[in-house]
Structures are given as structure tokens and as C-alpha cells.
Nanobody, 115 residues
Framework: QVQLVESGGGLVQAGGSLRLSCAAS????????MGWYRQAPGKQRELVAT???????NYADSVKGRFTISRDNAINTVYLQMNSLKPEDTSVYYC?????????WGQGTQVTVSS
């Protein structure tokens, strides 16, 4: 099993920045990719960004150029640096990992961007 613990959410004004962190523990050797999804009220969960164990990244079009995903394999942590935040970025952000057995999700962290 893999456990994910997120931190770093909060309230920020439009144009501001936040950094989310997600620490993984447990069967770390099984992890293939990590990333972030988000879900706003009344909407489906959507991909934000992912990063593979080799460092390849993928971003949603809506966050390209504003968000950066990175990974520190030494401490099994993935980060999401969010700049130029917009009110439409307001969501619960979920850390995600894809392992050789199944996917795991964190508990979610709220990000609220005020206009």
C-alpha cells in the first residue's frame, strides 16, 4: 500500500501563488507516476499535472505556463507550484499516485482563489 499526505492549500488572492506538497509512504518502490487532480463543486475531477518516475511531465491546458510539477525522489514527495492563480483554479486538489498494483489518492486540500 501507499499513503499520501498533502499540505499547502489555502486562500490566496488572484494573481498569487501557492505550493502544494504530497509526501508518499509505504510501498514506494511500486510507484510509477505521481500527480495532482482537482475537483470543483458540481464538476468532475480533472487532471492538473502528472510526473513519471523518470521525470516526464504532463499538464492540463488550463494550467500550462502557470503551474509546475516537480518531484523529489529522495524524500518521496511531489510538489505543485501554482503561480498566477485565477478564481477558476478554486478546487479541492488531490494528490494521486499510479503504482504497479493500483491507483491511490490523498485526502485532498482546498485551494481558494479570491477575485
Amino acid at each position: 500500500q501507499v499513503q499520501l499526505v498533502e499540505s499547502g492549500g489555502g486562500l490566496v488572492q488572484a494573481g498569487g501563488s501557492l505550493r502544494l506538497s504530497c509526501a508518499a509512504s509505504g510501498s514506494i518502490f511500486s510507484i510509477k507516476a505521481m500527480g495532482w487532480y482537482r475537483q470543483a463543486p458540481g464538476k468532475q475531477r480533472e487532471l492538473v499535472a502528472t510526473i513519471t518516475s523518470g521525470g516526464s511531465t504532463n499538464y492540463a491546458d488550463s494550467v500550462k505556463g502557470r503551474f509546475t510539477i516537480s518531484r523529489d525522489n529522495a524524500i518521496n514527495t511531489v510538489y505543485l507550484q501554482m503561480n498566477s492563480l485565477k478564481p477558476e483554479d478554486t478546487s479541492v486538489y488531490y494528490c494521486y499516485t499510479n503504482t504497479i498494483w493500483r491507483d491511490y489518492w490523498g485526502q485532498g486540500t482546498q485551494v481558494t482563489v479570491s477575485s
